[in-house]
Nanobody
């Protein structure tokens, strides 16, 4: 079992930066593929970024490529999402998720979810 708690969200102006953190409990965190997803009001949950358990492979949605960076520190049981050059369309509730299997980009494949952290980007 893995429990996930996100933090780091907030209100930022367009062009600004935020770093989201996702703290995981559970000794097997290092074996999980980890992903970040987001959901804006009235929209479906969408893939943002994901990383393999080793950190050797990372994936990004086209909409965030070049602006967001995912990373993890298995010693601290934490995964991060550095978000730069934020745009109003990045406004959403951001979730981290874990999967004890190969990495995928579908939210339906992830087993464990945090409660989400709100990111609001003003224009």
């Amino acid at each position: 079992q893995v429990q996930l708690v996100e933090s780091g969200g907030g209100l930022v102006q367009a062009g600004g930066s935020l770093r989201l953190s996702c703290a995981a409990s559970g000794r097997t965190f290092s074996t999980y593929a980890m992903g970040w997803f987001r959901q804006a009001p009235g929209k479906e949950r969408e893939f943002v970024s994901a990383m393999t358990w080793s950190g050797s492979n990372t994936y990004y949605a086209d909409s965030v490529k070049g602006r967001f960076t995912i990373s993890r520190d298995n010693a601290k049981n934490t995964v991060y999402l550095q978000m730069n050059s934020l745009k109003p369309e990045d406004t959403a509730l951001y979730y981290c998720a874990g999967r004890r299997a190969i990495l995928t980009m579908s939210p339906h494949d992830y087993d464990y979810w945090g409660q989400g952290t709100q990111v609001t980007v003003s224009s």
